[in-house]
Every structure is written in structure tokens, then in C-alpha cells.
């Protein structure tokens, strides 16, 4: 049971009545967790645009970013994050081989070295709160500066949604079950 109360748009102000229909718009509805941040629609508005960049509109390459989305929930270890954008990293060419050392912590040992430095990237910024000076050297020269920033923007997003997701104990949507199940020794 979630720690707060499913939102209904028609209880909501006529601001937190936009700020729901600006979420349910690009998403096609709004799913329990974005229910739940609307506890606070300025707040959720607000997060839910950075979303949009993050979701939409960053031009980063497809496969970076789903390295960036499964590598931050994985991180953080956001089932919600991690299930909903399976297929979706599938469709931007991730094998399941790739998938599957994410999700079992095996990564980036193993991954083709342009995936290897994403995974790494994220991996020391989610641990250890800084990339060191290689690491990000080995991703600015692969993918530029300005994609290391749409990357930070993706991994934070994501990150972020997964903790909020958790602190309030949302579920997954009927139907959605967790495809994050493996539990390190």
C-alpha cells in the first residue's frame, strides 16, 4: 500500500489540474507513481518536465541512454525504472546478454568497450558520487561533452524517479511485474 494517496485529477486545484494534464499528455495517462507525486503538483510539474527532456527530447543516442536508465535503476534498485523501459532498451539494441550483466552486477566487465564506459560512468557517479578523471576522459572522447551532460540529466531523472517511487512505496502498475529479481550474493 503506498504511504500516500492516489491523486484524482478532479480533487486537484485548477493549477495541480494542469500540472496533471501536462503529465498525463506526452505519457498517455498517469500511472500510480506520478499519482502519488501529485501529492505536491508543483513539485511533480516540475519533475515530470525534466522527465520530458530525459524521456523525449534529449538527442543523446538511444543506446547510451538506456545504458544510462538500466545502469541508474539498477543502481538504485528501481523496479518500477527498470521493468517499464525494458523494451524500450531493447528496441535501441540492447541484447539481453547486456541486460543481463546490468542487472546482475556484472558490468561493465564483459560489455563492448563503448558500452563498458557508460555503465562505468554511471556505475562511479551512483557509488562513489564522482567519475573519476579517466573515466570521464574515455566518455567525453567517445561521446562529447554535450551528450555527458544530456547523460547526467537521463541518469538523474531516472535515479531520482526510482528513489521517490520507493520512499513512497508505490506498486507497479496491475500487470507490470517486476523484471528486477536478482539479489547480489
Known amino acids: ?36 507525486l501529485l501529492n505536491n503538483p508543483v513539485a511533480a510539474g516540475k519533475l515530470a518536465q525534466l522527465g520530458v527532456y530525459a524521456r523525449v527530447e534529449t538527442p543523446l543516442d538511444k543506446r547510451v541512454k538506456y545504458l544510462a536508465i538500466l545502469s541508474a535503476a539498477r543502481e538504485a534498485g528501481g523496479h518500477h525504472i527498470w521493468t517499464a523501459n525494458q523494451r524500450s532498451a531493447k528496441a535501441a539494441g540492447l541484447s539481453d546478454e547486456v541486460i543481463d550483466a546490468i ?35 574515455t566518455l567525453r572522447d567517445q561521446i562529447g561533452i554535450p551528450a555527458i551532460i544530456d547523460m547526467l540529466v537521463v541518469c538523474t531523472y531516472y535515479y531520482a524517479m526510482s528513489h521517490c517511487i520507493q520512499a513512497l512505496d508505490v506498486v507497479q502498475e496491475p500487470g507490470l511485474d517486476s523484471a528486477l529479481t536478482y539479489l547480489p550474493p
Open 103 to 137: 542487472l546482475e552486477f556484472r558490468a561493465p566487465v564483459g560489455l563492448d568497450p563503448s558500452d563498458a564506459n557508460v555503465v562505468q560512468f554511471v556505475q562511479e557517479l551512483l557509488r562513489h558520487h564522482r567519475v573519476s578523471d579517466h573515466t570521464f576522459d
Open 1 to 36: 500500500m503506498p504511504r500516500v494517496p492516489f491523486v484524482e485529477r478532479e480533487n486537484l486545484t485548477p493549477g495541480g489540474q494542469d500540472a496533471w494534464d501536462q503529465i498525463a499528455g506526452p505519457r498517455g495517462g498517469v500511472a500510480h507513481n506520478w499519482a502519488a
